[in-house]
């Protein structure tokens, strides 16, 4: 196996990176990776925007604290896909007070 790290894959958006997912259909994608949170108006923050592949569960904490930071309190609720979901992220957001609104843990749907 080749590796080529940072390697150039788009002459007019050299920033483009392969992002290698291994999902079945989609084995590489392309673009950008973001974090998002959303007010309750539906304004939206983008609080990490890369081109690099990263886990997204690892912003979390960063998210509800930037969250805290912007409103002066932290949400009712976190939503989040399973990437999210980990044992260290719910235990954070139960220490919070912070509902996190996916699926229980070990509970998968398709």
């Known amino acids: 196996m080749r590796r080529c790290d940072d390697r150039i894959v788009s002459i007019s958006q ?8 291994g999902k079945q259909d989609k084995p590489v994608e392309f673009g950008a990776k973001l ?3 959303l007010t309750g108006e539906g304004l939206a923050h983008i609080d990490a925007l890369r081109w690099d592949a990263f886990n997204e ?5 960063g998210q509800v604290e ?4 912007r409103y ?5 609720v976190v939503l989040g896909d399973p990437a999210y979901g980990t044992q260290a992220n ?7 007070g912070i509902r996190f609104g996916a699926n ?4 998968l749907t398709r």
């Open 14 to 21: 050299p920033y483009v990176r392969p992002i290698v997912r």
């Open 35 to 37: 974090s998002v949170s």
């Open 57 to 61: 569960g690892a912003d979390l904490a």
């Open 66 to 69: 930037a969250y805290k930071a």
């Open 72 to 76: 002066d309190h932290y949400p009712d």
């Open 90 to 96: 719910r235990r954070y957001l139960k220490q919070r």
């Open 104 to 107: 229980p843990w070990g509970v």
